[in-house]
């Protein structure tokens, strides 16, 4: 298994434009989270999905900010519009047995918002 | 509300001195806790977990609900432990510390 998937790794855009996150978890587990890594924040959840559910989205910063599980296999966090305050590492993970369990975590998609 | 604060930003010791990486929480009910360790250029992974209590490459971590601690030891520190190790903690949610970069000097 090639473990948590995310994709683009890189993405630079220039702010007002819509940015798209992907993220192809493990097969067969049935969590997801949304993670965003800033120096001055640190590590913050942003949302996680239950059997495609969205369990706890009080993380999301603002309406800016959308995520969606459409299926087992795939979920992706949106962003528009995009400002430079929104530039950071997202990381995706996935859980097979909620949030409790361990997680795995992706390699990261570091946006830079200009 | 949930908190986790890991005091040291950094902390630098010589390989073969013994390390703690404090981690403290606040939670008003039983809260799960978590060591997750980032190596350079890998992704972040679970080291240990309270629950499990046991030992992943050398280290422990004791859950202590009177001080609200997590603290993790390794009494014999290697170069190869060289990472940012971050103290996480599942109440209501998952919250995540703000790591500390654990440098072991040759």
């Known amino acids: 298994d090639a473990g948590v998937i995310q994709s683009p790794r890189h993405e630079v855009t220039e702010m007002g434009q819509e940015v798209t996150l992907r993220c192809k978890p493990i097969?067969?587990?049935?969590?997801l989270f949304w993670y965003r890594q800033t120096m001055m924040r640190g590590l913050e959840l942003l949302i996680y999905f239950n059997n495609n559910v969205p369990i706890d989205d009080s993380g999301m910063p603002e309406d800016r900010f959308s995520a969606k599980m459409p299926n087992a296999s795939f979920s992706t966090l949106k962003i528009q519009p995009s400002e430079p305050r929104d530039s950071a590492v997202y990381f995706c993970?996935?859980?097979?047995?909620?949030?409790?369990?361990?997680?795995?975590f992706g390699p990261g998609t570091r946006l830079t918002v200009t | 509300a949930q908190r986790v604060t890991q005091p040291e930003k950094l902390l630098s010791v010589f390989k073969g001195a013994p390390v703690e990486l404090k981690c403290n929480y606040s939670y008003s009910g039983s809260p799960e806790l978590f060591w997750y360790v980032q190596y350079s250029r890998q992704r972040l992974q679970l080291l240990l977990r309270h629950i499990s209590r046991e030992s992943i490459k050398g280290f422990t971590a004791d859950l202590n609900k009177g001080e609200t601690s997590f603290h993790l030891k390794k009494p014999f520190a290697q170069e190869e432990d060289s990472a940012m190790y971050y103290c996480a903690l599942y109440g209501q949610n998952f919250v995540f510390g703000p790591g500390t970069r654990l440098s072991v000097l040759p």
């Open positions: 993970a996935s859980s097979p047995g909620g949030t409790v369990a361990e997680q795995y």
């Open positions: 097969s067969g587990h049935n969590s």
